[in-house]
């Protein structure tokens, strides 16, 4: 089994949500397949896409991606053209829609989509997260961890060094 790059890892992304885990405590992750034109998945490939201001939620008896960027693709024509915010099902097994919505009405839990990346197969793919906003003093308290981790770190290094 080879060993992959950090660099690998971070180009396998279409898209990433960085300030999901600042704005919400993420419980569980699940995968997601997701319903895509050619052209979009052309766009995602390129990298182009943007998922800062997306949310998951039920329609339709489905669970559907909402309010996603993926730009239209320039090199085909207008006719093949996708609608940018279009709403994008996604593609799970009905026990897991099933705890997922379950999930959303009881305890005022958000779906939030956390990256779109291409698994092995090259088949895009949404990690989704169930989470639950984070207040004010939340977020500076992960603030303070973080910048904690960090100088530890730093002294650790230091320490190891002399």
Request: proline letters at 2%; charged letters at 35%.
């Amino acid at each position: 089994m080879t060993t992959k790059t950090a660099r690998e890892k971070a180009q396998r992304y279409a898209a990433l949500n960085r300030r999901a885990r600042h704005d919400y405590f993420i419980t569980d992750t699940m995968e997601a397949g997701i319903m895509l034109t050619g052209t979009e998945v052309k766009v995602l490939r390129l990298g182009q896409a943007s998922i800062q201001e997306a949310f998951a939620g039920p329609k339709d008896g489905g669970i559907f991606l909402l309010n996603a960027h993926i730009p239209e693709y320039k090199q085909a024509g207008t006719h093949l053209q996708h609608e940018p915010n279009r709403a994008r099902r996604l593609l799970l097994h009905k026990r897991e829609i099933n705890k997922l919505l379950g999930a959303v009405k009881r305890d005022g839990i958000t779906l939030v989509p956390l990256s779109i990346y291409f698994n092995r197969r090259g088949i895009a793919k949404l990690e989704i997260g169930l989470g639950k906003g984070k207040h004010k003093a939340d977020k500076r308290e992960t603030i303070k961890k973080r910048d904690w981790e960090r100088e530890k770190g730093r002294i650790m290094r230091n320490r190891n060094k002399g």
